[in-house]
């Protein structure tokens, strides 16, 4: 009898493995079995390789991680299995670079305190932060910034590329509150008034510790812990200005 050799090869799918190019951004894990599609029917796995093993890492057989920029080649390889062919195909993964993420921990301020904004903003970039505005009641001297108006303001934070992080700013917001503002002003009250004095008075207010007097006339100023005070020698027919300023215990006046 004279029989013939049947070839029992697989049965090869014109594409047996369809792909797209992927992108990614640096440091950040792609899975590559998302890019590929089997159209082989065939159940075996897709082993997956990297040409640049040096800035490239493939764990877990299809997570795919690079830490520098640039157009990575993956070679996707799948075995003959069950009567059906494997199939091979090339593609890219483009890395690119992370937007870095610019955070705050608080959004509140004290007028008149400076800020070390390395204390309160945070970035997932390593390149130190830049600090701006176009508010002229802000100053801001490096990373210190100092509010000398209440109110809400905004600082431009902004950091340089470097290393696989891109360019980014953020606007941060800050409610700035004066803790001074809720103080009471003393009344004041002039008696006794004669050619040459008078007596001035005014309210005793509590946690005030003292009271600043301003002639507002010529300048001079005293510092009383008392709730009045007399003046004498003055000018005859003379216009007289004063201003009282209570001190509190923590340091606010008004």
Same mark, same amino acid.
């Given at each position: 009898?004279?029989?013939? &050799?049947?070839?029992?090869?697989?049965?090869?799918?014109?594409?047996?493995?369809?792909?797209?190019?992927?992108?990614?951004?640096?440091?950040?894990?792609?899975?590559?079995?998302?890019?590929?599609?089997?159209?082989?029917?065939?159940? /075996?796995?897709?082993?997956?390789?990297?040409?640049?093993?040096? =800035?490239?890492?493939?764990?877990?057989? @299809?997570?795919?991680?690079?830490?520098?920029?640039?157009?990575?080649?993956?070679?996707?390889?799948?075995?003959?299995?069950?009567?059906?062919?494997?199939?091979?195909? @090339?593609?890219?993964?483009? &890395?690119?670079?992370?937007?870095? *993420?610019?955070?705050?921990? !608080?959004?509140?301020?004290?007028?008149?305190?400076?800020?070390?904004?390395?204390?309160? &903003? /945070?970035?997932?970039?390593?390149?130190?932060?830049? #600090?701006?505005?176009?508010?002229?009641?802000?100053?801001?001297?490096?990373?210190?910034?100092?509010? *000398?108006?209440?109110? !809400? =303001?905004?600082?431009?934070? /902004?950091?340089?590329?470097?290393? &696989? #992080?891109?360019?980014?700013?953020?606007?941060?917001?800050?409610?700035?509150?004066?803790?001074?503002?809720?103080? @009471?002003?003393?009344?004041? *009250?002039?008696?006794?008034?004669?050619?040459?004095?008078?007596?001035?008075?005014? /309210?005793?207010?509590?946690?005030?510790?003292?009271?600043?007097? #301003? !002639?507002?006339?010529?300048?001079?100023?005293? =510092?009383?812990?008392?709730?009045? =005070?007399?003046?004498?020698?003055? !000018?005859?027919?003379?216009?007289?200005?004063?201003?009282?300023?209570?001190?509190?215990?923590?340091?606010?006046?008004?």
């Amino acid at each position: 009898t004279t029989g013939y &050799v049947t070839d029992c090869g697989c049965n090869a799918p014109t594409t047996p493995l369809a792909f797209n190019n992927g992108t990614v951004q640096a440091n950040t894990e792609l899975d590559l079995s998302t890019l590929i599609k089997n159209t082989s029917g065939n159940g /075996s796995t897709i082993q997956y390789s990297c040409t640049d093993d040096t =800035h490239t890492d493939i764990t877990s057989t @299809t997570k795919f991680t690079a830490n520098a920029l640039g157009t990575y080649t993956i070679n996707a390889l799948q075995d003959t299995y069950n009567g059906k062919c494997g199939g091979n195909a @090339t593609f890219t993964v483009e &890395v690119t670079c992370n937007t870095p *993420t610019i955070s705050r921990t !608080n959004t509140t301020a004290l007028i008149n305190v400076p800020i070390d904004m390395t204390t309160v &903003v /945070s970035s997932t970039s390593p390149v130190p932060l830049t #600090y701006t505005t176009t508010d002229p009641t802000v100053h801001i001297s490096g990373t210190m910034v100092t509010f *000398t108006v209440a109110g !809400n =303001h905004t600082i431009t934070a /902004s950091q340089l590329a470097g290393g &696989v #992080y891109c360019d980014n700013t953020a606007n941060l917001t800050f409610t700035v509150t004066d803790p001074c503002a809720s103080k @009471t002003k003393p009344s004041v *009250t002039a008696t006794e008034i004669t050619t040459t004095g008078f007596k001035l008075t005014w /309210s005793a207010l509590n946690d005030a510790t003292a009271y600043n007097v #301003y !002639n507002n006339t010529d300048g001079d100023s005293e =510092h009383i812990t008392a709730t009045s =005070h007399t003046f004498t020698d003055l !000018n005859p027919s003379t216009e007289y200005s004063w201003t009282v300023e209570a001190v509190y215990s923590d340091g606010c006046t008004a």
